[in-house]
């Protein structure tokens, strides 16, 4: 596993809702039962509680309350409909992602008959618009759009892996791990907004793509071996891409991933640094944004849903 210690020490600051949140999640997880085993269900709480207090642990109470919610229902889908089915009936993924993509699109109603997870993001999407700007929520149904398409394209390629280039992989991965969307949502939550130039800038860009691809990467290393056990074909991450890419062995792959890892970590705290020069804006806003959200993928693959390292 990558040293990151230098970029990200920790410990990491931690929203003082976090019992709340994972509490909270138990609570709507029953009004909409995404879970059915109650073992996966205290532990998906638990990691997207946690992480979402440490992605906003400046955020009030209902803002990260709704931030989990948004993370368990895609956290859920995926391993339901992705990982689960999706490799086995692509087609029927595929009516219930545009069922998703049709509220996302501004329609009130789902098309077709309404499931648990389409009346499970009609009810995130409400909230959300209640909380965010137009601009602000636009962008975050766009991620949203992402993730869905992200879901697809994995499941797609899960029983043919050697279909996938390395380049298309680190393009797709971001999307894959839902990382962009935690950073649009953190705006939402923090209050502040970017103008168009500002996200446009090469420090934006170069943070936000650092972050996005270390996010990934370390969630590759640390759920290989769990994926690897599974039995069937070679996991679809960034350790098997290498192996075939750069012609090494699974060690070689993992001491270069690390390397990669550490490498977009020093990046992205170079970055924070320059951008949170100047606290009294919103780039300095987004800057320690986008630091806890490094740190809340960091912290988050020791959890134990990840099992053995």
């Not at 050697?162 to 949502?185: G, I, K, N, Q, W």
């Not at 939550?189 to 793509?209: C, F, I, P, W």
């Amino acid at each position: 596993m990558p040293d990151l210690r230098d970029s990200f020490p920790g410990p990491f600051s931690t929203s003082p809702h976090a019992e709340a949140i994972e509490q909270h999640t138990a609570d709507w997880l029953h009004g909409f039962p995404l879970v059915r085993s109650p073992s996966e269900l205290k532990t998906l709480c638990n990691i997207t509680a946690q992480g979402v207090a440490r992605v906003l642990p400046a955020a009030d109470r209902d803002g990260v309350f709704l931030c989990a919610d948004l993370f368990l229902w895609l956290t859920a889908f995926d391993d339901t409909h992705g990982e689960t089915e999706g490799a086995r009936d692509t087609a029927r993924l595929v009516r219930r992602i545009s069922q998703c993509v049709h509220l996302l699109a501004g329609h009130d109603e789902p098309a077709g008959e309404a499931g648990v997870y389409t009346a499970a993001l009609g009810d995130l999407l409400g909230r959300f618009r209640e909380r965010a700007t137009p601009t602000q929520y636009l962008r975050l149904t766009a991620h949203l759009r992402d993730n869905l398409f992200g879901i697809l394209w994995e499941a797609h390629h899960l029983d043919r892996p050697d279909e996938v280039t390395l380049s298309d992989y680190c393009a797709m991965r971001p999307h894959t791990v839902f990382v962009r969307t935690v950073m649009a949502t953190a705006e939402v939550m923090l209050g502040y907004e970017l103008t168009e130039d500002q996200r446009a800038s090469a420090a934006v860009r170069e943070l936000e793509k650092a972050v996005a691809d270390l996010a990934g990467w370390i969630n590759d290393l640390a759920s290989y071996a769990k994926e690897a056990d599974r039995g069937g074909p070679t996991p679809l991450s960034l350790p098997a891409l290498l192996i075939r890419h750069r012609e090494c062995d699974l060690e070689g792959a993992f001491r270069l991933a690390s390397r990669m890892c550490e490498d977009q970590a020093s990046t992205a705290r170079l970055r924070i640094t320059e951008l949170a020069a100047d606290s009294k804006n919103a780039l300095g806003d987004h800057a320690h944004a986008v630091e806890a959200v490094a740190a809340s993928y960091v912290w988050h693959i020791g959890h134990a849903r990840y099992g053995h390292h």
